[in-house]
């Protein structure tokens, strides 16, 4: 194996890892900046938020993925594009409503939480929630209103990580004012 | 594994989201929230350093290193490795990357040289915390003369 390919696939590791690396120092820091673990969470939402809406630019940009008829449509696209794309993992999709306006992604590991642990005092702090403001910032550039949050956390003792996906509606595009 | 433009989409949010609690800090503030980002960035250089392939840690000597983090860490970290490094041997080297992806997105030219402190702390602080894991303490401070190419200065202590 010549060292080039070996610092290739060195290198790749390393990404990701500054990645995930970042972010547990922001959360270590947000930890410090605000006295409890709500706000925590808060922050991380909206922080997901605002990168989600530009995300969704480049997801698009790269993906080739077309407009979705449904939300089954969405959450293939999620699941089997998106994450795949960004975190390199696929959840399955399960737990379907009825009515079909909700589902479930099921993390089986969570790439955010590698070498993570809780402290005790933190037992509220939702590490991961800037995931769900990312998928809530994008999915209402594409006109979706929805209601992302983590029912499950491998981080809390739980066997899986699972984010609950809520449609809640279409955001119709507003017609400048004097338009019909 | 997480795709590189991630970190970029997070760092941006980082550097918005310290300036949003108080957009106008005046100069202490200022460098209050300059050093948060440069700590952050050091303890990320220096769990970097740590997750290094073994054989990465034969290093020789001092240049070694610095040619490491020219070549490996920027290529992991921002997918291009350093344009140029110069150094007068005694301890100082000066780190030229002509096209930083972290200022890319302010435009070309002038207008925005204030704000570019605020997006380069981190990254101090990454060539900070890696260089410390190897062994290496230094002072590392980042300059722009015109956009988007920035120099990072690396002052080697007890050299």
Known sequence: MSRQANRGTESKKMSSELFTLTYGALVTQLCKDYENDEDVNKQL???????????????????????????????DVIAKVAFKMYLGITPSITNWSPAGDEFSLILENNP???????????????????????????????????????????????????????????IEDNLPAGEE | ?????????????????????????????????????ESMGFRVGQALGERLAR???????????LKFLCKDLWLAAFQKQMDSLRTNH?????????????????AAGLQYLEEVPKFLAFTCGLLRGALCTLGIESMVTASVAALPGCKFQVVIENS
Not at chain 2, 55 to 65: K, T
Not at chain 2, 90 to 106: E, I, K, R
Request: proline letters at 4%; charged letters at 25%.
């Open chain 2, 90 to 106: 005694q301890g100082t080297y000066v780190l030229q990357d002509n096209s930083f992806p972290l200022l890319l997105p302010m």
């Open chain 2, 55 to 65: 054989e990465m840690l034969a290093f020789r000597e001092e240049l070694d290193v």
């Open chain 1, 45 to 75: 939402d909206k922080m997901g938020y605002n990168i989600g809406v530009r995300l969704i630019e480049d997801f698009l940009a790269r993906s080739n993925v077309g407009r979705c008829h449904d939300f089954r449509e969405t959450a």
């Open chain 2, 1 to 37: 594994m997480a795709d590189a433009v991630l970190f970029e989409f997070l760092h941006t949010e980082m550097v918005a989201e310290l300036w949003a609690h108080d957009p106008d800090p005046g100069p202490g503030g200022q460098n209050m929230n300059l050093s948060v980002l």
């Open chain 1, 112 to 170: 955010l939480v590698d070498f993570v642990e809780l402290p005790d005092n933190h037992s509220s702090l939702i590490y991961s929630n800037l995931l769900c403001g990312v998928l809530r910032g994008a999915l209402e550039m594409v006109q979706m209103a929805v209601e992302a949050k983590f029912v499950q956390d491998t981080l809390k003792g739980d066997g899986v990580t699972e984010i609950r996906m809520r449609f809640i509606r279409r």
